[in-house]
């Protein structure tokens, strides 16, 4: 039962988070710094995102196989590859490293 | 998902799945109560990691324009993946297009997923020796990329990067992303400031 409590809790908290975003008036939205901050709260968040995806191992920062494999993908954003290419290069060089015990 | 070594039940694995859908809150659940932790503390580590979303609701709102009666049904699928798609978008339509495509194919992909997971199937082995934890933070960062064009954008990215990381070891799961936010309004800050600073010098001069 408790375990449907916490289900139960996460799933109204979680959903509400969300939807309060969707629901915030676009007027209020309108003045400029607002705007450029709404603009800017998802490239802080998912560049967070990013950082710790490929960096943290828990709580721990830990450099392995996947730093090489980001770097690659960063090599081929530059070169302009094609979306596809980029994720690629990432999975197999972070294999590849791997697999040569990295 | 590893809820079944959680001690979850097939029932209430996909539940969670199907009603939460923020893949970090549900891991952090279901590790919190496996760990015997108190099923309120559970949920409210969960809930501080979907609070990110949002920060992403504010954009999306502005991106898609949805009607208000759409509002609650689109709000389930607002997360990381459909944010990164969503702002990638040049137009609003590609936006609306992008957001619903992305959202429905993972809503089906994750609960699917997590059923064939609970009900024990085994996976395509271990993940991580095909180098597949690597394709999450790649995509992120190819979508990522096209955002970065004005200097602003960039050191707000930088700044996340940094508080993101350099908080990782000392504060609970999730909030070091919410603190890597204030990278947005501390750049906008320093970005206003130099601009009067420039406006202050141009006055001294002119006089």
Redesign the interface.
């Known amino acids: 039962m408790t375990v449907w409590i916490a289900i139960a809790a996460t799933a109204l908290g979680c959903y509400v988070v969300k939807l309060a975003g969707l629901l915030v008036p676009a007027g209020a939205l309108e003045r400029p710094l607002v705007r450029r901050l709404a603009a800017l709260l998802p490239v802080a968040l998912l560049a967070a995102l990013t950082a710790q995806q490929t960096f943290a191992d828990g709580h721990v920062l830990v450099l392995d196989a996947r730093a090489a494999g980001l770097a690659a993908a960063a090599v081929a954003l530059v070169l302009r590859a094609p979306f596809l290419l980029v994720v690629a290069a990432a999975v197999l060089v972070t294999a590849g490293v791997r697999a040569l015990g990295g | 998902m590893t809820s079944a070594g959680g001690?979850?039940?097939l029932l209430?694995t996909c539940?969670?799945s199907l009603?939460?859908?923020?893949g970090a809150?549900?891991f952090a659940?279901v590790g919190a109560?496996a760990a015997g932790g108190n099923?309120?503390t559970?949920?409210a580590g969960?809930?501080f990691l979907?609070?990110?979303?949002?920060?992403?609701?504010?954009?999306?709102?502005?991106l898609l324009?949805?009607p208000r009666a759409v509002?609650?049904f689109?709000?389930?699928w607002?997360?990381?993946e459909t944010?990164?798609v969503t702002?990638a978008q040049p137009t609003r339509r590609a936006a609306r297009i992008g957001f619903t495509v992305t959202g429905l194919s993972l809503y089906l992909l994750w609960n699917l997923t997590t059923l064939l997971g609970a009900l024990g199937a085994k996976a395509i082995g271990d993940t991580?020796?095909?180098?597949?934890?690597?394709?999450?933070?790649?995509?992120?960062?190819?979508?990522?990329?096209p955002?970065?064009r004005t200097i602003?954008?960039r050191a707000?990215?930088?700044?996340?990067?940094l508080?993101?990381?350099g908080l990782?070891?000392v504060l609970p799961?999730g909030v070091?992303?919410l603190a890597?936010?204030?990278?947005?309004?501390i750049?906008?800050y320093v970005a206003g400031r130099r601009q009067t600073g420039t406006r202050n010098d141009a006055q001294e001069e002119d006089r």
């Not at chain 2, 979907?50 to 502005?62: A, D, E, I, M, P």
């Not at chain 2, 890597?180 to 309004?185: I, Q, V």
């Open positions: 001690g979850l039940t209430q539940a969670l009603l939460v859908f923020t809150s549900q659940l109560l099923p309120l559970a949920a969960a809930f979907g609070v990110r979303n949002t920060f992403y609701g504010l954009r999306l709102s502005q324009a949805l509002r609650p689109a709000a389930q607002v997360i990381d944010t990164a702002l991580e020796a095909w180098g597949l934890d690597a394709a999450g933070p790649a995509v992120f960062l190819a979508l990522l990329a955002m970065l602003i954008e707000v990215a930088a700044l996340a990067v508080l993101g990381l990782l070891p799961a070091p992303v890597a936010a204030l990278a947005a309004p750049a906008l």
